[in-house]
């Protein structure tokens, strides 16, 4: 979603402005544009489109200056266009903005500020947020930070803003609430960002701005304060991210690159935590809240996306090993239905970039109705993790293409941890297949090496179906919430229609849309349903559809039934999802690749979605 990249020192702030933007291309966005404060001028260049469309926009511009900012938006109020590309003037062009969030009290301010004879370019809330400070400013002739603090304390929303004024041209100001900004602090110099990816080069040392607080940096000085007026010593923290980490190492995208690192990842979020040799599990985040999570009367899992496709793998997992019930809420709905809440229940948020702002808030809903909340989620430091009781960290690493995947794995491995921590401490399972399922547990990077071996024949099978307009996924038990999980893979990135259902349900429904042209992707490994799906398969094949399955080496019976086959090492079937999800994950990134798509920048998705 949007991103923010600002800088103040004694470098040219345009080009880490530029650089920075792309590095925040990721997020998903629809325009750009930059503000450059130079000789007493603001220049100000958007422009709908990528980060290149800006950068040839501005060639041959003045680009000078030393402080700066720039923005990639995702549309909200307004479509996507020059008008309504950040930066955003104020009523006399004095000061200028740039925001992540909704205000959403707008319309009204709008409206008042109207009747003063404010007159507005653009359909953005953030165009007024800027010309409602201006008012403040000149009516009760304060400081520029002073009337942003009086004008946030009106403010309904969400936001991350940076604020540059041509008169003050060593100030810049951010502010936040609910949308994250970072100020990476350098030697005489300051960065400012939606997060880390723009900052790590210059420095490692930043400071997280908390809900409700405001930064100000004057003159190589960083103060920091709350809207209530509280002054705030910045707490100063190491970065951990590395430079390495959010570029592309050779592959061709970052999807691919994410892909590959699996096996890797998948360790990363169970290293140190479980050694199947001497039988040891430990999730040191849910230590102090083991007896809570074994008392539980029942587990509420929120999330959204493919982080709610890792709780439903969560659900089966917690359900089969720990005996506890499990719901799996959309964080968007769960936060919005007056939800029945029990002080006795703990509430799993699962969320990758930890900022996702449904999830944020149903956070806060649990949490105000006395739930304890353990957080699962993959960037550190963030929104989500801050807000929770406890939690345990993926590890799986910056996750830069829109659509996830080594998040995925990472937190159907943790969730996988978890479950079976707590069902040791209630003794719910026994100590054989605990021991066995660690074992498995820690072959499951080699078999996903294994799988990764098998590109080439699953880009093949995907040129066969890169035409397709339709196609429909299927699974039962643990199979289920992959087929959700592949389906979504392929529609966020190739932008063909496909569904993921249960195998048994597709009768209730989608077998009305099989034909001989649709693909329809099974998960038929070895396990408890096995039989089962080998029914709906003949279903499907009594249609003329054309199956493609996924089995476990070996395989046989579904072999003689299916049009194509993707084999996948055998592994315990409540650690399938680890492995079946992967030639899901390429058979997407290859069609999308060949239907000519922007795979790591889907249209229209953004990886961190930070409004409602
Ligand atoms: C966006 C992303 C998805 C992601 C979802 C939840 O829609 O495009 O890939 O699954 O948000 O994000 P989270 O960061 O909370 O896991």
Redesign the pocket.
Known sequence: MCGIVAYIGKRQAYPIIVKGLQRLEYR?YDSAGVALLHQGQMNIYKKAGKVTDLIKFAEGKELNGNIGMGHTRWATHGEPNDRNAHPHWSESTIFSIIHNGIIENYAALKEALKSKGHTFTSDTDTEVLIHFIEDIYYAEKVSLEEAVRLALGEIVGAYAIVILSKQDPHKLIAARRASPIVVGVGTDEFFVASDASPIVEYTKNVVYLNDNEIALIDNGKLTVKTIENQVKTPYIQELELQLEAIEKGGYDHFMLKEIYEQPRSIWDSMRGRLDAKTGHLRMGGIAEFEGKFANAKRIIIC???????AGLVAEYLLEDLCRIPVEVEY?SEFRYRNPVLFEDDVVIA???????AD?LAAIELAKQKGATIFGV???VGAS?PRATHAGAYTHAGPEIG???TK??TA?VAVLTLIALQIAQKKGTITETRFRTLLTELEAIPAKVEAVLKQNDAIKELAARYVDSNNALYLGRGYGFPVALEGA?KLK?ISYIHAEGYPAAEMKHGPIALIDDAMPVVVIATKGANFEKVVSNIQEVKARKGRIIAIVTEGDKEVRTMADHVIEIPETDDILVPLVSVIPLQLFSYHIAVMRGCNVDQPRN?????TVE
């Open positions: 998903g999330a959204c996306g493919t982080s709610w496709h964080a699962i969320s990758q970039s930890g900022e996702t999830t989620c993959n960037v989500i829109v659509a996830s998040a995925f937190q979504l966020e998705l953004a990886k961190s979605v």
